[in-house]
């Protein structure tokens, strides 16, 4: 008997976009996946001995790092921010797209960040911060929040914020304005380097009927 094959997706927004591209790809979740009231976590599909789980965007690219789901679905911007050498990103999936940038108070945009040696940011991506304003010259501490973080100017937690936006809304709505974009991001298609080696028979196939469902999906547009 053959191990489980576990995909792993994120809840949230990527979900819905990333539906329609594992249908095309063959994989259909139980019909208790969509049902937003069950607490299970593992669902069973359409294909004999895979599994679906559906986890917080920066655990499936723990999940697949470590070899407990062989394959997932996650943003550009966690793949760069764990930069795991087992996770291996075949398949731009050209869903999910929004950018990481910086933001500030509108009041505070006077600011030379050039002239400045040393920032305080709340962000998700401590790495991707530091590694953008190293790269300037400046030292960013960093204090880590895991969601929110358009609250911590106004109250005094840091004066600048790295997070993801999307339509810009919530800064917006927070006084906030975008004062530089670290980088442009789209979902990807993840799999564990091991995995890809040990179950290449099945897991080849898999990255190409993702690969077909993009040009596909595309092709129709
Ligand atoms: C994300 C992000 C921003 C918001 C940006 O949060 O952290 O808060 O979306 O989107 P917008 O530019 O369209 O307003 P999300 O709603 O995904 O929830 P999270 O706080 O759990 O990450």
């Given at each position: 008997?053959?191990?489980p094959?576990?995909?792993?997706v994120?809840?949230g927004r990527?979900?819905d976009?990333?539906?329609p591209?594992?249908?095309?790809?063959?994989?259909?979740?139980?019909?208790?996946?969509?049902?937003?009231?069950s607490?299970a976590?593992?669902f069973?599909?359409?294909?004999e001995?895979?599994?679906?789980?559906?986890v917080?965007?920066?655990?499936?690219?723990?999940?697949?790092?470590?070899?407990?789901?062989?394959v997932?679905?996650v943003?550009?911007d966690v793949?760069?921010e764990f930069?795991y050498?087992?996770?291996?990103?075949p398949?731009?999936l050209?869903?999910?797209?929004?950018?990481l940038?910086v933001?500030?108070?509108?009041?505070a945009l006077d600011e030379d960040?050039a002239?400045m040696?040393?920032?305080?940011?709340a962000t998700k991506?401590?790495h991707?911060?530091?590694?953008?304003y190293?790269a300037?010259?400046?030292q960013?501490e960093?204090v880590?929040l895991?969601g929110?973080?358009e609250l911590?100017?106004?109250?005094?937690?840091?004066?600048?914020?790295?997070d993801?936006?999307?339509?810009g809304?919530t800064?917006k709505a927070?006084?906030l304005?975008?004062?530089s974009?670290?980088?442009?991001?789209?979902?990807?298609?993840?799999?564990?380097?091991?995995?890809?080696?040990m179950?290449a028979s099945e897991?080849?196939p898999m990255?190409e009927?993702f690969?077909a469902a993009v040009?596909?999906?595309?092709?129709?547009a």
């Amino acid at each position: 008997m053959t191990a489980p094959l576990i995909i792993a997706v994120p809840k949230g927004r990527i979900l819905d976009e990333a539906l329609p591209l594992l249908a095309r790809a063959g994989i259909e979740p139980e019909a208790e996946f969509h049902d937003k009231k069950s607490r299970a976590l593992r669902f069973a599909t359409n294909r004999e001995g895979m599994s679906i789980i559906r986890v917080r965007a920066f655990d499936v690219a723990t999940f697949v790092a470590h070899g407990a789901a062989q394959v997932g679905i996650v943003g550009s911007d966690v793949i760069e921010e764990f930069d795991y050498s087992q996770i291996y990103a075949p398949v731009d999936l050209d869903i999910g797209h929004c950018r990481l940038s910086v933001a500030q108070p509108a009041d505070a945009l006077d600011e030379d960040e050039a002239a400045m040696s040393h920032v305080r940011v709340a962000t998700k991506y401590p790495h991707l911060t530091r590694r953008h304003y190293e790269a300037r010259g400046i030292q960013a501490e960093c204090v880590k929040l895991n969601g929110a973080m358009e609250l911590a100017p106004s109250l005094g937690l840091s004066r600048r914020i790295v997070d993801l936006v999307s339509s810009g809304a919530t800064l917006k709505a927070n006084g906030l304005v975008e004062t530089s974009i670290i980088m442009q991001i789209s979902a990807r298609l993840i799999v564990n380097r091991a995995a890809l080696k040990m179950r290449a028979s099945e897991l080849v196939p898999m990255i190409e009927a993702f690969r077909a469902a993009v040009e596909v999906r595309d092709a129709a547009a």
